[in-house]
């Protein structure tokens, strides 16, 4: 699978905070999104890049905003955490020519 | 947008047993994507489907792209086969929007030894 580093892997946070997730990918994909994971609901799409600085929007992204400066790198903020930001997530690439999809570790997020 | 559906959503099976799990989707589509994601959380891509069928192991998975379906089949269970099966395919529409992947709300499987 392709290398794909979340960080942190877990963080614990106040309501209010800002908070950042970063993704690192070495494969050099074009693609890459962030989902967030909660129990009834499944995946639900955030944000995603479709190249560098080529950011545009997914089913959830209120509260939300990315960045991405280089081919390697998506980040994730959340300019002021609420409660209902805590959640899993995940970070994913995908190459130009396959399609094939591939997960990061994920993110474990409590806002508190 | 796109709806996928999957079912059951839940399955117990015994260690040995065949299983088949099934995702509808609403419009025509022209992949689909099978994961797996384990106990411990973790997300590994199974199948890449344009067309037709695939098999690794164990496991195979066929899309039926214009009855809007596809079958993931796991033969002979293992434990370590427990988790939740999750199906994903993109949106329709052209430009970077088609990008996006839409995925169900997955099939839990317990396989009890």
């Known amino acids: 699978d392709a290398g794909i580093t979340q960080s942190p892997r877990h963080k614990v946070t106040e309501t209010g905070t800002p908070v950042t997730l970063r993704c690192h990918q070495t494969e050099n994909h074009r693609y890459m999104y962030w989902y967030r994971q909660d129990p009834g609901h499944g995946l639900r799409l955030i944000h995603y890049?479709?190249?560098?600085?080529?950011?545009d929007k997914g089913e959830v992204s209120d509260g939300y905003s990315v960045s991405r400066s280089k081919t390697e790198d998506f980040l994730l903020t959340l300019e002021s955490a609420t409660s209902s930001q805590t959640s899993v997530y995940f970070c994913?690439?995908?190459?130009?020519?396959?399609?094939?999809?591939?997960f990061g570790s994920g993110t474990q997020l409590s806002v508190l | 947008g796109i709806q996928v559906e999957q079912s059951p959503p839940d399955l117990i099976l015994q260690e040995g047993a065949n299983s088949t799990l099934r995702c509808n989707f609403s419009?025509?589509?022209?992949?689909l994507q099978w994961f797996h994601q384990n106990p411990w959380g973790q997300l590994i891509n199974l199948f890449y489907i344009p067309s037709g069928t695939k098999q690794n192991g164990r496991l195979s998975a066929t899309t039926v792209a214009t009855e809007r379906y596809s079958l993931l089949y796991i033969s002979s269970s293992q434990t370590t086969d427990s988790g939740v099966y999750f199906c994903a395919v993109p949106r329709k529409y052209s430009g970077a929007g088609s990008y996006q992947l839409t995925f169900g709300k997955g099939t839990k499987l317990s396989v009890i030894p």
């Open positions: 994913a690439t995908r190459g130009t020519g396959e399609g094939k999809l591939f």
């Open positions: 419009d025509s589509v022209n992949n």
């Open positions: 890049s479709y190249g560098v600085k080529d950011t």
